[in-house]
């Protein structure tokens, strides 16, 4: 954040994330962290509103929808559900192997995680090409391949995220950071201690919003909430986060 340089008082001097604190830098991963949480919300909302109706990273709801489509013979639900949730099943796999696992002496934030985001970013961009080329209005077999680039794009960062090694920090499925947010509420924490994990929350729903508004307003616009998103991420991972004693 700026700091006041003593010499005049007026004047402002950016301090570079990796001049920071460890404290600092970590507040900084935590915003990046909500970043992330509006991609997941824009991306869920377009796949259950214009793409068959199947969520992108919610695999709870998904395994839901596929026994609810078994028991209707839906075949065409059960197809989207099920395939939504083998892709997520393959991101993960995938940003697991780019990503790696936490380590000892970790970074705040390790070069991998940008490189296992970069390639979300290529798989979104994919996506991206796809929908803009039907319209906005994809449907058949292009509506279940842009589907399942979600997936994967989504699956990929939810395990991506995991490199951090911090618990409870997750940008996708966040029941159980609602869960520990009301705990920790009842229990006599402060809404302070929990920042963090309500900010997350909000940028779920902003995303969501924001996506679902613009699937059903302005279609051809609705990408750009997901590639803006991950940019913004991307943008300052590359140029504003590196590796020094503190991190």
């Known amino acids: 954040m700026p700091t006041i340089n003593s010499a005049h008082p007026r004047r402002f001097r950016w301090t570079p994330p990796a001049a920071r604190s460890s404290h600092q830098q970590r ?14 919300g824009a991306t869920d909302a377009i796949g259950f509103l214009a793409l068959g109706g199947a969520f992108t ?15 209707g013979a839906d075949g065409a639900l059960a197809l989207h559900t099920g395939a939504a949730i083998v892709c997520f099943i393959l991101g993960c796999s995938l940003g697991t192997r780019i990503a790696g696992a936490p380590r000892s002496g ?16 290529g798989v979104l961009t994919g996506y ?7 319209g906005g209005h994809p449907s058949g077999q ?43 509420l ?14 997350t929350l909000l940028g779920l729903i902003a995303g969501a919003a924001l996506g679902g508004l613009l699937t059903v307003r302005a279609p051809m616009w609705a990408p750009l909430v997901q590639l803006g998103s991950l940019g913004i991420v991307l943008a300052a991972a590359v140029t504003a986060i590196r590796p020094g004693p503190d991190l």
């Open 27 to 40: 507040r900084w991963r935590e915003g990046l962290a909500v970043v992330l949480a509006v991609n997941s």
């Open 57 to 71: 990273s919610v695999m709870t709801g998904n395994m839901v929808l596929l026994g609810v489509a078994l028991a």
């Open 106 to 121: 970790d970074p705040v934030w390790p070069p991998a995680v940008t490189r296992a985001l970069v390639v979300e970013g």
């Open 142 to 184: 292009l509506q279940l391949s842009l589907l399942v680039l979600n997936a994967l794009a989504l699956g990929i960062q939810s395990s991506t995220v995991q490199r951090f090694g911090v618990a409870g920090l997750s940008t996708t499925y966040l029941t159980g950071t609602l869960t520990t947010v009301i705990a920790r």
């Open 128 to 134: 991206a090409v796809g929908w803009w080329w039907s």
């Open 186 to 199: 009842t229990s006599g924490h402060r809404l302070r201690d929990v920042a963090q994990s309500v900010f």
